[in-house]
């Protein structure tokens, strides 16, 4: 009699998990970044903070409208390719996830917003700056750092007036963020009196800039500024040095920003000679930045290089825009986005009628030997 009342009692627990697991409600997050080819050090480490993000949800036990949410990650490689970014926002589509991390690039963002928008999934980019991203309009597009209009404006101002520079050459790598970021640049340094002595381009494929730079050179320029990203940015710095461009100072976006940029250069003095800007503050005056940097080096040590704190915090808000609306259904919650005003590692996210980041700082940083400084 013992026996059987212990095994009745057994199976009364187990069938209560059973239906208290299946009242429990899946919710999918996507996330896209280039994970192969030679931009994989940023998608590594974006996804990085979305899993992070993910498992934090998870261990916090997340109500949404009363039933307890479980979050899974739906990570896909665009490869910082267009045409692959856009298939794979169908396939997120396809695979109704309630939202999207993601993309990394302006060039893959920007086609797959419309993707997005068409299917009603909404989409928070942790990096991509180019001003374009925006302007369609779509209710299901969101930016959650500083765009070009920023990067591009602070780095020319930063030239003119803190290093009073007068001649700069500009080569950008024909994407939609390098081009875009370098066109901002251009156009503020002209209307601060810098002259642009020469406009050259490339590929973000290339690694070989001696004949860009051979030219450059002629022109006797006192900086370069370069829109595109740094597995470019290292091999031009060290082909820099070896033209004697050694004393020319070398400006970039938040691409070329990263701590794998010292690894790229490989020694060059160059190096020294860098200002690059990124939308944000510095790890050490976020909010949550350095308890949350001390969580991911212990989780992924040596992988950091800049967007994962805002992969980690594009998650939560998501997230807290369901438990605002009571639905992870992206017809229900997408609106609750725009009545953002949300606490994050990054920044206390709030945002513009047209998706924008409500009031983004900007930080420009130099590097010394090993070291990623800011300036500001």
């Known amino acids: 009699m013992y026996i059987k009342l212990k095994v009745t009692v057994a199976a009364a627990i187990t069938a209560a998990a059973g239906v208290a697991l299946a009242q429990d409600m899946v919710v999918k997050i996507g996330h896209v970044a280039p994970i192969s080819g030679p931009q994989a050090a940023y998608g590594k480490d974006n996804e990085n903070g979305a899993r992070m993000a993910i498992e934090d949800l998870n261990a916090a036990g997340v109500m949404i409208g009363g039933r307890k949410a479980r979050f899974e990650l739906v990570a896909e490689d665009d490869a910082a390719d267009p045409k692959q970014g856009a298939a794979v926002a169908q396939k997120l589509c396809d695979a109704k996830v309630a939202g999207v991390a993601g993309h990394l690039n302006s060039g893959t963002t920007i086609p797959a917003s419309k ?56 080569i950008d790598d024909r994407t939609a963020y390098g081009q875009g970021v370098a066109e901002v640049f251009k156009r503020t340094a002209l209307a601060k009196g810098i002259a642009i002595v020469d406009d050259q381009f490339t590929t ?9 730079l051979t030219a450059i050179k002629s022109k006797n320029p006192d900086g370069v500024f370069f829109g595109g990203m740094d597995p470019q940015a290292g091999p031009m710095l060290r082909q820099m040095e070896q033209l004697g461009l050694s004393n020319v100072k070398y400006f970039g976006g938040d691409g070329i920003c990263t701590m794998d940029l010292i690894k790229q250069a490989a020694g060059a003095k160059t190096l020294d000679n860098v200002i690059c800007a990124e939308g944000g503050a510095s790890l050490e005056k976020m909010p949550g930045g350095d308890a949350w940097k001390k969580r991911y080096d212990a989780k992924y040590p040596g992988q950091f290089q800049v967007y994962s704190p805002y992969v980690y915090d594009a998650v939560h808000v998501l997230v807290d825009a369901m438990k605002r609306a009571g639905s992870s ?34 930080t420009l940083y130099t590097y010394k030997g090993t070291s990623k400084i800011a300036l500001n």
Do not use: Q
């Not at 928070?124 to 597009?141: D, E, H």
């Not at 973000?204 to 860009?212: A, E, N």
């Open 115 to 170: 993707i997005y928008n068409d299917c009603g999934i909404p989409h928070i980019t942790p990096s991509a700056t180019n001003p374009n991203l925006t302007k369609p309009g779509y209710k299901t597009t969101w930016r959650l750092l500083a765009n070009d209009n920023a990067l591009g404006a602070g780095l020319a101002f930063y030239a003119a007036d803190a290093l009073k520079l007068k001649r700069i050459a500009v």
């Open 204 to 212: 973000d494929k290339s690694v070989d800039f001696m004949s860009i």
């Open 329 to 362: 259904d992206p017809k229900v919650y997408t609106a609750k986005l725009g009545e953002t005003n949300y606490k994050g590692i990054t920044t206390n996210v709030m945002f513009e009628s047209n998706g924008e980041l409500k009031n983004p700082s900007m």
